[in-house]
Structure formats: structure tokens, C-alpha cells
């Protein structure tokens, strides 16, 4: 399949995410969460996942995540307890606030279709800071999902203790899915980088940026995969008509290729200031001083 095939699929998070000032990682990152919040067996939407598991689903490096647990749950948005011992981090959407935020809010149902609880108490399950410390790398219980992706997830299907149990999926069909493992994504990251290298316009060690553009950590899911590609090119595109149409005096201070992608400057929320150039010999504009009439 061509990479033009490939980056012409439909967007896999929420668009009006994008308005939570939470960035785009942000809104990956919330969009995942809706999606297993409206698929757990827990009656209060609670789901446990690790670091792992949300890089090899939505691509986001740790740094990502970090970012945008931090945003979501400063608006309301996401809720997240530690539990457990080894303790395990949960998370909950908190629906009823994100309809608030986004303005989407209807008081006649707010309180039908919303239901929020409290997290159930349990000295039992308080993270220990000693030699139970909280470590999410533990051990994960799989759910196959055939709807969608075959990303793990591990289900709350206790309301009291929240404690770890395997949803049965003897009966459940299984979907052929098209492989996507490490070899795949750096042909797909291969593909695309003559887009990324032609978007950002500045042309400095070609070598270097395409080595560090096979790095880039890319989600298991191959549709996920190519809109995390295809943001990265239109950020790219976006920086590089910036620097194309600044005074050459500021052109120099465009980032290299390699130190873009290693910054992972895609996910800044605004666009470098761009200083325009002096006038040449402090020369007066005189029609900035005098008005339409001369005077």
C-alpha cells in the first residue's frame, strides 16, 4: 500500500478535543481514554492501564503522557487514582465535565446519562511508599477487543476493591489482523520522511534527521500510526512556511531537522515569535507620523 493510500484515512481522535488546551497529545491521549471508558466492565467507567500500554496504543513517549495527564486532570476532564498493591494507576473520563468544557452540556439529561461516583476506599489498596512502591510496570490482564484495534487493556470488574479479574473471551471471534510490528512501522516512517524533509524547508544533515525520524515511536495500530505521521508532517509544514516567510535575519534561528524531531517540537501548543526586521539605518516612515492629509 502507497504512503498517499495510507495517510488518506479518517482522523482516530476527537477533533473539538483540540479545544481543551490540553495540545494534540492531549486530545490523543483523552480520546483513548473515552474510548476504553465506554468499554470497561466497571460500573463506575474506572480502567487500569500502564506506561507501556498507552505508548504501544497511541504512540505517546512518556514525556507525552506525563504532559498530558497533567493538562487533562488541571481542566477536570480525567481522573486518575493509584491503587493497589503493587500499586496500579486507573483512570476515569469524567464525562460530565468534558460536556461542561466543551460547552455541550444538556440539563435535561446531564444527570440521566452522566453518572460519576466516588472511588471506593480501601485501606487495604493504598499505595505503600516503601517497599510496595507504585510501579506500573507490572503485569497486564489482555482484553481482545474485535471492534476496533487489539490493544491490551486490563478491566476493573470489581466496584469494592477494584481488584484485577480476566474477562472471558473463549467465545469470542477472532479477526485476522494485519501484522504491524517494529519492521513495518520504520517502512512507514521511512515512506514519509521525503514529506517531513520537504514540509520543515530547512535543509541541514539530511542523515542525521532521517535517523532520528525512524525513531519516532509509532502506536500498534496502523490507522493511529499514519495520523500521528501525518501531524507530525502538518506541524512540520507549518514551522517551515513560518522560517520561509521570516527576514532573512531570523531565518538562522529555525531548529535543525534532527533537533525538531528530538525535541518533539510538533506538540508545542504555539508557534515561535517571529521578529521582524528593523529598517535599515533607523529611517523614518513619515507616513506613520503625519496623518492621510499631510499634516
Known amino acids: 500500500m502507497s504512503i498517499e493510500k495510507l495517510l488518506d484515512r479518517p482522523i482516530a481522535f476527537q477533533r ?4 481543551l488546551g490540553a495540545g494534540a497529545s492531549g486530545a490523543l491521549f483523552l480520546s483513548q481514554a473515552v474510548y476504553w ?5 466497571n460500573a463506575d467507567k474506572w480502567f487500569y492501564k500502564t506506561i507501556e500500554e498507552w505508548t504501544e496504543e497511541t504512540g505517546l513517549s512518556r514525556h507525552e503522557q506525563d504532559g498530558a495527564r497533567k493538562k487533562l486532570k488541571a481542566k477536570g476532564v480525567l481522573e486518575i487514582v493509584k491503587k493497589g498493591i503493587p500499586c496500579k494507576t486507573y483512570y476515569r473520563v469524567n464525562f460530565e465535565k468534558l460536556a461542561e468544557v466543551l460547552g455541550v452540556i444538556s440539563t435535561t439529561n446531564k444527570n440521566a446519562e452522566i ?5 471506593p476506599e480501601s485501606g487495604k489498596l493504598d499505595c505503600q511508599e516503601s517497599a510496595n512502591s507504585c510501579a506500573e510496570n507490572q503485569q497486564t490482564i489482555t482484553k481482545i477487543t474485535t471492534e476496533i484495534t487489539t490493544e491490551n487493556t486490563t478491566e476493573i470488574t470489581s466496584v469494592n476493591n477494584l481488584s484485577d479479574s480476566v474477562e472471558s473471551n473463549e467465545t469470542a471471534p477472532v479477526v485476522p489482523v494485519e501484522k504491524f510490528d ?3 512501522k520504520r517502512e512507514l516512517l521511512a515512506q514519509s520522511f521525503d514529506l517531513f524533509w520537504n514540509a520543515y524547508q530547512r535543509k541541514d544533515n539530511r542523515k542525521a534527521a532521517e535517523t532520528r525520524w525512524l525513531k519516532i515511536p ?3 495500530d496502523r490507522e493511529q500510526a499514519v495520523v500521528k505521521i501525518q501531524f507530525i508532517i502538518d506541524q512540520a509544514q507549518r514551522w517551515g512556511n513560518l522560517y520561509a516567510a521570516a527576514p532573512a535575519d531570523q531565518k538562522q534561528f529555525q531548529p535543525l531537522p534532527t533537533t525538531w524531531i528530538n525535541n518533539e517540537r510538533w506538540n508545542d501548543e504555539q508557534l515561535p ?3 521582524q526586521q528593523a529598517k535599515p539605518g533607523g529611517a523614518i516612515d513619515w507616513n506613520d507620523v503625519f496623518d492621510p492629509e499631510g499634516f
Open 16 to 19: 473539538s478535543f483540540m479545544g
Open 37 to 41: 471508558s465506554n468499554r470497561t466492565s
Open 115 to 119: 453518572r460519576q461516583t466516588g472511588m
Open 182 to 184: 517494529a519492521k513495518a
Open 218 to 220: 509509532l502506536p500498534s
Open 273 to 275: 515569535t517571529i521578529r
